[in-house]
């Protein structure tokens, strides 16, 4: 059974940084490793993804230029470095695998889910 385990979600100030982990059972490689959030009343939406072998990654526009995904593949671990952070990316943050080599922004795509981990900027 594949397990992804996210951590790294807290409590910040509007402008301030968290890096987000997510330690897979999975070797990488064949997967895209995506992040997702959801806030209250929302819909999940696609925030970053990183595909595997080649390295290509997605950004939302809502994240770009703030929001850094990496990842160790030694370590089976995806990282989502989030910085200059603001009240609205207050959500629960999910990582999710997804057999292929093409990043998507669609929850639908993706096979495996995490139990995510809860990120809330204070204005």
């Known amino acids: 059974e594949v397990q992804l385990v996210e951590s790294g979600g807290g409590l910040v100030q509007a402008g301030g940084s968290l890096r987000l982990s997510c330690v897979a059972s999975l070797t990488f490689a064949g997967y895209a490793i995506g992040w997702f959030r959801q806030a209250p009343g929302k819909e999940r939406e696609g925030v970053s993804c990183?595909?595997?072998?080649?390295?290509?990654?997605y950004y939302a526009d809502s994240v770009k230029g703030r929001f850094t995904i990496s990842n160790n593949n030694a370590k089976n671990t995806v990282y989502l470095q989030m910085n200059s952070l603001n009240p609205e990316d207050t959500a629960v943050y999910y990582c999710a695998a997804e057999l292929g080599s093409l990043c998507s922004d669609s929850p639908a795509e993706y096979d495996y889910w995490g139990q995510g981990t809860q990120v809330t900027v204070s204005s």
């Open positions: 990183i595909a595997s072998p080649d390295g290509s990654t």
